[in-house]
């Protein structure tokens, strides 16, 4: 079986292209991890890989000071697949002929293919591919078969099937290139004879056992906040240690409506898990008590949640030794030469700190994002957990401008409950990063029926993003906009105004506060 014993390893040759890499190979299940190109090549063979791939990357490989590799992994006998500047790489290295030739590819071209092999078999003759190259592969290496060519490059795709090694000057791994995942699964399965082992039923079975070995007999909690993370890594932690695991809510009387009614449905009704729901609202509000500034909301929401976490904690019986943590492997994977290491600054507001007295359960720690989702539909959370958008950890009160009272709190909950609503029935919620309201600190002038208001307005912020750091606002239509605007003022008392935020981040921010 491909586990990380056995792993495919996907060199990091710069920019962004590595992390998807990782994610198209196990797409073809088929376990990979990234390191960085700065690992020696001995570190590598260590790890006793399936195949390596390298990732493309924006240096030329004429550059002075170009990234590249110790021509030792050549000889070692594990099937090699560079993509991109990795295929330059490997040009270059055993002999081929990379040029300056002044004409580089940038998006779609035709690929035409001369002859198959094993990487191309079945696939049709000509092929959109996604093309992002200055330099020119104009010869392949001696031994080294050319199976195909673009209009600029005449070795796009090249390998020596003796010596198990690939390379492709085109991208098989973004959605552009029409059959790139084709090619990888060949080169994954019929080249490397990698298994297709890695799937979501292994993935739980592995994590299972791992989390045995580790905890033994031990008590375990794990913070619960609603979100998709904490209850994936919940829900795998509760199949393999069952009543060893206690998990503890805190409840901030700041999420979305029914959010707590639902994690105790799931964790205590669904799944039989301990569950310690501690109902700090009141805690929480007092304490937000007249606060305004956007900073000193996440400090005493921070501290406060972290006081109350460690009080249930303490009342656990039995001292739980282990902490269960929902880190993913984007959060931990370093990227590049450990020169452009991906540092990634996160909020961590309504989350734990790392000095607290016990050992890390990360059951997580191997999965993609997309990963987390898919096993915890297996393991059969629902639907409105797995999916959820992002939630601050501070909640509903980075959307309460100025004070937050328990009013305020609930006009703002129950405009959100409608905007939830509408854009999952518009079939968006899924690929809308975060669909949300914002209650702002001012007043506006409006009339109902024959009466004058004077009440708040709702502002309906919506965007698309991969990541967070940057996002654009969402091109909603506009009868889903008339819907949620006429479905707030109707429904929610103390609203008399919609307004929609078109502001991208940046200069804006996602959220408000
Ligand atoms: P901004 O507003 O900075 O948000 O564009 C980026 C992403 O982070 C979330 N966010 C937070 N998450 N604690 C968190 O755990 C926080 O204090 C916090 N503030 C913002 C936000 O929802 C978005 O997904």
Not at 134 to 154: C, L, N, Y
Not at 362 to 372: A, Q, S, T
Not at 407 to 436: C, M, N, T
Request: hydrophobic share 40%; net charge negative; with cysteine.
């Amino acid at each position: 079986m491909t586990t990380e014993h056995h792993p495919v390893l996907v060199v990091d040759f710069g920019a962004q292209y590595a992390q998807l890499i990782a994610r198209r190979v196990r797409e073809a299940h088929v376990y990979s991890e990234i390191v960085p190109r700065s690992m020696p090549v001995a570190d590598m063979l260590a790890r006793d890989p399936a195949a390596i791939i390298f990732s493309g990357g924006p240096a030329s490989v004429h550059a002075d000071g170009a990234p590249s590799i110790d021509p030792m992994i050549y000889d070692a006998g594990v099937p090699i697949f560079g993509l991109c500047y990795g295929a330059q790489l490997i040009a270059r290295d055993l002999g081929g002929e990379v040029a300056k030739t002044g004409r580089g590819e940038y998006g779609r071209t035709t690929f035409t293919v001369s002859a198959p092999g094993t990487l191309l078999r079945e696939q049709p003759l000509e092929q959109s591919v996604w093309m992002s190259h200055f330099d020119t592969i104009t010869t392949a290496p001696e031994g080294f078969v050319v199976f195909g060519s673009t209009p600029d490059t005449p070795a796009a795709a090249f390998g020596d099937p003796t010596r198990r090694i690939y390379g492709v000057q085109y991208h098989p791994e973004v959605k552009h290139t029409d059959h790139g995942q084709d090619m990888l699964r060949a080169f994954l399965h019929d080249v490397a004879e990698c298994p297709p082992t890695w799937t979501n039923v292994s993935i739980i079975e592995q994590a299972v056992e791992e989390i045995r070995a580790q905890v033994g007999t031990d008590r375990v909690i794990c913070g619960l906040s609603g979100g998709v993370d904490s209850a994936v890594a919940a829900a795998l932690v509760h199949k393999a240690i069952g009543d060893q695991l206690t998990c503890v809510f805190v409840d901030t009387g700041l999420l979305r409506r029914n959010e707590a009614e639902q994690v105790e449905d799931t964790f205590r009704r669904q799944f039989h898990v301990d569950l310690v729901h501690v109902k700090a609202g009141d805690r929480f509000l007092s304490a937000l008590d007249d606060v305004v500034d956007p900073e000193r909301k996440r400090k005493i929401i921070g501290e406060l949640f972290i006081r109350v976490f460690e009080e249930a904690a303490r009342e656990i019986e039995g001292s739980p030794r282990f902490l269960v943590q929902g880190t993913l492997y984007p959060d931990i994977v370093e990227s590049g030469g450990g020169d452009n290491a991906n540092i990634k600054s996160h909020h961590n507001v309504g989350g734990l700190p790392d000095d607290m007295d016990f050992e890390l359960v990360e059951p997580l720690r191997h999965l993609f994002k997309d990963e987390v989702r898919a096993v915890g539909e297996e393991l059969g959370l629902p639907g409105e957990i797995v999916w959820r958008q992002p939630f601050p950890g501070p909640g509903l009160a980075v959307r309460i401008i100025g004070t937050i009272t328990p009013e305020r709190v609930e006009i703002l909950q129950a405009a959100d409950a409608v905007v939830v609503e509408e854009i999952k029935r518009a079939g968006l919620y899924r690929e809308i990063w975060q669909s949300f309201a914002v209650l702002p600190a001012v007043k506006s002038v409006g009339v109902m029926g024959d009466e004058r208001t004077y009440a708040y307005p709702i502002v309906l912020r919506a965007v698309t993003s991969d990541d967070a750091m940057t996002a654009d606002w969402a091109r909603l239509p506009y009868d889903l906009l008339e819907r949620i605007s006429s479905r707030i003022i109707n429904e929610v008392p103390g609203v008399n105004r919609v307004a929609y935020d078109i502001t991208s981040k940046p200069p804006g921010t996602i959220e408000w506060e």
